[in-house]
């Protein structure tokens, strides 16, 4: 099959959406963003790729906690909704019905079947986004999103993102079980 | 809904499944990874993190230089193969037919419908992975998964990867238009 060459582009796809929380100015706030993804296994850290002059980005640097929230299909529209207004000039508190867990000033989304509360530990800066590393305190999940104690991913049903078509996707099937599936092939 | 706390895991999922790529003793070498996404917008850059023990990690140090190429279901045994194997015992050379871009010792993979050349731009390094900072430098692309000249994600028909039941997925039915869907909520 023939290669066609692009101008580098944001391609490594898709990421899941997720809904970063901070508090700003007392008040919870969340934007939705796709440069988000773990990073470390042991501890488990999470790097968030965010512009540093969101509203959300100056919570996270001021307290240094946040959330990461997984939206899903359900809340498509509240989601996208978080990402076309400021929390500078919107009021993001009305739009979830949050909770708290062990850390201050990490309010997490009670729709979101998924929740992650972070401890900010190291931030990177590139000419234009801000990589906050946040390693992960706790996770909250919803009773019925878990199988055997662990996350049940066609329950939780988390939202992915593709560009540059600006995809909101949904999880497909299951193809196979890694570490496993390979065992049978030869080179 | 009542919500259960779980000590943490890495479960900001899913995420793309990538096949690194990197010249090792003259060899291409490549490893899937899913703790792989974007962390910037401009200049593209990917966050990578990966086990620094690991023989792909060693050809990254030394050359500068690696591929991030996304395999599909249609390659799923090989994928996995490269997973359960070390090049440092596997000679992997032979289970990928490779192609060059315009970077040295960044072997990309023909069979990948999507694969991206990077420029090592700074490293991470966190208790048991290291975090590889690619600069994308140019990306591949079938023709047939094209559209409009961009990627056209259920062509590309990425895979996705879960933790902790290690599921191999993909990418399911599409939801919404970001920046899009939102417009007529209101909180």
Redesign the interface.
Known sequence: ????????????????V?LIGAMVDDAPNFM?A????????????????LNPRHHTATGISSNGTFS?N?PG?DI?????????HSGRQ???G??FET?S??LEYAPMI?AC????ECRLV?T?E????T?Y?G??????????A?KD???D?PVIA?????F??????????????????????R?
């Open positions: 099959m023939k290669k066609i060459r692009l101008d580098p582009g944001p391609f490594v796809l898709p990421m899941p997720a939705p796709a440069f988000v993804g773990i990073v470390n296994y042991e501890p488990v850290v999470v790097a968030c790729g990461v997984l299909a498509v529209e509240a989601t996208d909704w978080c990402g076309l919107a009021d993001k009305d739009v909770f867990g062990r009670k079947r998924l929740a992650a190291k990177v590139f000419p234009a986004d990589v590393f390693e992960v305190a706790n996770v909250y999940v919803d009773e019925a878990l104690g662990a996350p991913w988390p939202l992915l993102f593709t540059p078509d600006k995809g909101y996707w949904k999880l497909g099937d299951r193809v196979a079980q890694a570490w496993s599936v390979g065992k049978g092939y080179p």
